[in-house]
């Protein structure tokens, strides 16, 4: 089994900043692509951004320049940094990977969610 947990967030004023981590552990071979979502009420969950395990990286249009996403494969976690951030990144986000325990097939695995809350 592999579990997600993810660490960092929080509440804070529009223009100040966050740092979420996510950590992998468990039967774990390899990971594949790592990423970040967040969803609100009523809504339907959102990509916020993604990075290869080569490193690519790619993001929603309304976080880039404002959101660094990076991760430490030794580790087996992924982070963003959130900067200059807006009442209306408020939302739960979570983590997502690709993980495969045997190094034959990936499976979606998912964090239970972290809340930040941005005032204004």
């Known amino acids: 089994q592999v579990q997600m947990v993810e660490s960092g967030g929080g509440s804070v004023q529009a223009g100040g900043s966050l740092r979420l981590s996510c950590a992998a552990s468990?039967?774990?071979?390899?990971?594949?692509?790592m990423g970040w979502y967040r969803q609100t009420p009523g809504k339907q969950r959102e990509l916020v951004a993604t990075?290869?395990?080569?490193?690519?990286?790619n993001y929603a249009d309304s976080v880039k320049g404002r959101f660094t996403i990076s991760r430490d494969n030794a580790k087996n976690t992924v982070y963003l940094q959130m900067n200059s951030l807006k009442p209306e990144d408020t939302a739960v986000y979570y983590c997502?990977?690709?993980?495969?325990?045997?190094?034959?097939?990936?499976?979606?695995?998912w964090g239970q969610g972290t809340q930040v809350t941005v005032s204004s």
């Open positions: 997502n990977a690709y993980i495969s325990g045997n190094g034959l097939r990936y499976f979606d695995y």
């Open positions: 990075i290869t395990s080569g490193g690519s990286t």
């Open positions: 468990g039967s774990i071979f390899s990971i594949g692509t």
